[in-house]
Structures are given as C-alpha cells and as structure tokens.
C-alpha cells in the first residue's frame, strides 16, 4: 500500500489522517504527533530541526508518546522506513524580477528574444565558479514581449525546489540565464510577488543557513548567549527573529562589520521582506 508523503509526521513517519502540513505542505495544523510529540508548523519546520528532533526522540527510545491515542501498531524502524521513500519538496516560490536578454552577436538567442509569455530555461547564481553544470530549471513568466538589452519585468519560480543551489534564489540574487550550455541573458530578483517571502520553505531554508554560517562569523563580536539565543531560533524555523536579534545587537555594540558581512546581513533581510531590520546597516561605510 501506498502511503502518501502528505499524511506522514516528517519526524517519525507517523500516518496522520489529517496531513500534519496541508495536503499543499504549506497549511500545518500547529497539532502534537502522537508518536513522537513534534509541533507540526514549528518544531519540523527545517530540516535541521527535525534531524535534531528525531535523533532526540529515537536517542529516548523512540517510544510512543501520547498515551491517550492508541498506538498505530507498528515499530520505529517500521515508520521511519516510510521516510526514507519519500522526498520533501517545497512549492515553487515566485519572486518578482526582470530578465534581460543578450543580442545575437553577444552570444544571445539567434532568433531573439522568446515571444511567449512563459519561459523555461535553466539558470546559475551569478557567482564565482558557476558553470551551467550547477544549473537548475526555472519558469519565467514575462511581463510583455522583450527586446534585446532592456529589462523585463517578470515573475520568477524554480520548477524543481530541492534543485542544488535553488535555495539560494531570493530578492537581491542574480541568475545567469542559459539555453544548452549558452549564457543567453540575466536575471535579477527584486521581490517576492506575492509577499509571502519571508515565509516561503525555500527562501527560510537559505536564510537559516545564512544566519548560522553569520553567526559563526561573528562569534568574537557578541556575546556567546546572545548566539545561542540565534541558533535556538534557526532551528525552531524562526530566521526573521533570529536575524531581528542579530542585527539589534550588533546596533547596540556599534559592533565593526567588513563590507562582506555587512553585505550578507543586508541580502537576507532583503530576502525575507524584513528591510527596516537591516536598514542601519546601510547608513554607515562598512569596514574594510
């Protein structure tokens, strides 16, 4: 028998009649797994959460845990087996943009500009050592026809989200657009389109690693509680609060940030929607 992904705990495999996250993964019921005790909606919301969730219960003994609900009669080993054939995969975000495309003797599209309203090329993160080996598929939906070397306003979504290095599509992030193995134009991400950014899985997942690796950078600026206190909300699928907390306590200590740091900070405020809370870090020069 098939059991569908949708009714699983994410924790222990627990088959809930009533799908822990929505029948869409987006809708949890904020309800305690009978088996392992996990708030769906909060405490599963990152992979790094539920990891540590599950090693915790199953280091517990993996023992059924609301005793008020008869146990479903299977083993640990038995629930957690049902995981392992499955993969999450988090909705397409969509995120306003304007593309741009190279003219033919730049190494653009011979015919051109497309001239449909949805697009599907494969794109790259502009960064160094990006190749078209590290390429994901993305749908473009155009504004109005373009024309070679003028932007286009348009709606941007990563077909497949679980893709290497989609994650990392957020508002401030630049593609490269390719067709093949040709670098046919570029994308820049300004916004969420629908103004759910903050709380889209894909966006939450980047900026929570972001924060963390942050926060290992600036260990010898704040206090060793106040990153502990950061960390305790990454991995409760808090990283709008985690970074409100980073960010007002380096404006307390005036802390010294170089220009990457203040760089990285200013990116995933911008990401998530929360601008005012890394709005100081642009009033001043950063540090070279």
Do not use: K
Request: charged letters at 20%; a negative charge.
């Amino acid at each position: 028998m098939t059991v569908s992904s949708a009714h699983l705990c994410r924790v222990c495999g627990y088959f809930s009649d009533d799908p822990p996250w929505g029948l869409d993964g987006c809708c949890p019921t904020y309800e305690y797994c009978p088996c392992c005790g996990v708030e769906w909606g909060y405490q599963d919301s990152l992979p790094t959460s539920v990891d540590r969730f599950r090693s915790e219960w199953v280091q517990r003994g993996g023992t059924w845990t609301d005793r008020a609900v008869p146990s479903d009669g299977l083993t640990t080993n038995e629930r957690l087996r049902r995981l392992s054939t499955h993969r999450e995969e988090a909705p397409m975000t969509d995120l306003a943009g304007e593309i741009i495309f190279h003219p033919p003797t730049a190494g653009g599209r011979r015919s051109g500009p497309p001239t449909g309203e949805d697009y599907f090329p494969t794109a790259t993160v502009l960064a160094a050592g990006a190749s078209e080996r590290d390429a994901f598929s993305i749908r473009v939906h155009l504004a109005h026809v373009p024309s070679a070397m003028r932007w286009t306003p348009s709606t941007v979504g990563v077909l497949v989200p679980v893709s290497p290095g989609s994650e990392a599509v957020v508002a401030g992030a630049h593609l490269r657009v390719y067709e093949c193995p040709q670098v046919v134009g570029q994308l820049r991400l300004l916004g969420s389109a629908d103004e759910t950014n903050a709380h889209a899985p894909g966006i939450a997942r980047w900026a929570s690693a972001e924060i963390t690796s942050l926060r290992v950078d600036l260990g010898g600026i704040l206090d060793p509680a106040v990153l502990r206190d950061v960390t305790d909300l990454v991995d409760h699928a808090e990283p709008g609060i985690a970074l409100d907390l980073l960010c007002d306590r380096l404006l307390d200590a005036n802390a010294p940030l170089d220009v990457v740091q203040r760089g990285r900070l200013l990116t995933v405020g911008r990401a998530m929607g929360l601008d005012e809370t890394v709005a100081f870090l642009g009033d001043a020069p950063a540090e070279r």
